[in-house]
């Protein structure tokens, strides 16, 4: 049998689904069981506040997760990407809460609009990055650096809200199946195998970060998340995957400076 270069891509593209996959259940499996290496009894009472309102996270990221998941395999991309959305924004204010638990705990509790969250998500973004270069004893900043991670939001945010390009790439003709153009199924063409993987590597890097800021702060062992945190991230290097097309773009919207920065990072990942 002669496999032809689009033959070759969707194996490379199944190889990609299933180690993914592997490692999503691995991660939602840690969430389940986050409670665990906690003496709960020996945290003082604003202690086991601030666990209380990071467990009420913990539990809606499971939640969020478990759904995220179901979808994706039943095909439905963009209900996918709504929920992913939604566990990305949890996901963040969570580690925001982790930055100084007892403070922003109370925030938390003590917040009571409906229509506006305590912090903004860019702002959020941004102190979670200057936190992690703190941790890391990191004293310059990467270029773009929280664009880059606001970009995440950016793009999961395009489908949530169904801006014109998004939904019609999502509702696309399948060319992989009926020839027709419209009818009511799950929007899921072969030729988005690597958007698929791209939401959900995307919600799951993020989430096994919250849980390492989590058990950090509150599990007296978390080595093995660690270890968790280096296989996902060889796994990450070792697997080529194609730049989803509804992610295509151009200067005018980006800026001129950072479309540069990325034509130039393309090239060093390339060569």
Request: net charge negative; with cysteine.
């Given at each position: 049998?002669?496999?032809?270069?689009?033959?070759?891509?969707?194996l490379?593209?199944?190889?990609?689904?299933?180690?993914?996959?592997?490692m999503?259940?691995?991660?939602?499996?840690?969430?389940e069981?986050?409670?665990h290496?906690?003496?709960?009894?020996?945290?003082?009472?604003?202690?086991?506040?601030v666990?209380?309102?990071?467990?009420?996270?913990?539990s809606?990221?499971?939640?969020?997760?478990?759904t995220l998941?179901?979808?994706?395999d039943?095909g439905?991309?963009?209900?996918a990407?709504?929920?992913?959305?939604?566990c990305w924004?949890r996901?963040?204010t969570?580690?925001?809460?982790?930055i100084?638990?007892?403070?922003?705990?109370?925030?938390?509790t003590?917040?009571?609009l409906t229509?506006?969250?305590?912090?903004?998500?860019?702002?959020?973004?941004?102190?979670v990055?200057?936190?992690e270069?703190?941790s890391?004893?990191?004293?310059?900043k990467?270029?773009f650096?929280e664009?880059?991670f606001?970009?995440q939001?950016?793009?999961l945010?395009s489908?949530?809200?169904?801006?014109p390009?998004t939904i019609?790439?999502?509702y696309?003709?399948?060319?992989?199946?009926?020839?027709?153009?419209?009818?009511?199924?799950?929007?899921?063409?072969?030729?988005?195998?690597?958007?698929?993987?791209y939401i959900?590597?995307?919600?799951?890097?993020?989430?096994?970060?919250a849980?390492?800021?989590?058990?950090?702060?509150?599990?007296?062992?978390?080595?093995?998340?660690?270890d968790?945190?280096?296989?996902?991230?060889?796994?990450?290097?070792?697997?080529?995957?194609?730049?989803?097309?509804?992610?295509?773009?151009?200067?005018?919207?980006?800026?001129?400076?950072y479309?540069?920065?990325?034509i130039?990072?393309?090239k060093?990942?390339?060569?």
């Open positions: 049998m002669k496999l032809t270069v689009r033959d070759l891509q969707l490379i593209n199944d190889k990609n689904k299933t180690a993914y996959n592997s999503y259940d691995i991660i939602v499996g840690q969430f069981s986050a409670l290496y906690i003496d709960v009894d020996n945290l003082n009472e604003e202690r086991q506040k666990l209380g309102t990071c467990g009420i996270y913990l809606s990221i499971v939640e969020l997760l478990h998941r179901d979808l994706m039943k439905y991309i963009e209900s990407g709504s929920i992913a959305t939604a924004e996901i963040l969570l580690r925001k809460i982790l100084d638990p007892i403070r922003n705990a109370q925030i938390h003590d917040h009571a229509k506006k969250a305590p912090w903004r998500v860019y702002d959020m973004v941004c102190d990055l200057e936190n270069r703190r890391k004893n990191i004293t310059t990467r270029p650096e664009k880059n606001y970009m939001y950016t793009v945010s489908i949530k809200h169904g801006n390009y019609s790439h999502l696309r003709p399948d060319y992989s199946s009926d020839k027709k153009l419209f009818k009511l199924k799950s929007n899921d063409s072969l030729e988005d195998n690597d958007l698929k993987i959900k590597m995307l919600v799951i890097d993020n989430a096994l970060d849980l390492l800021d989590f058990s950090k702060e509150f599990r007296s062992n978390y080595s093995f998340l660690e968790l945190r280096q296989e996902f991230d060889r796994l990450i290097g070792y697997i080529e995957l194609q730049i989803p097309s509804i992610m295509l773009t151009n200067p005018e919207e980006m800026g001129q400076d479309w540069d920065y990325l130039e990072l393309e060093s990942r390339k060569f």
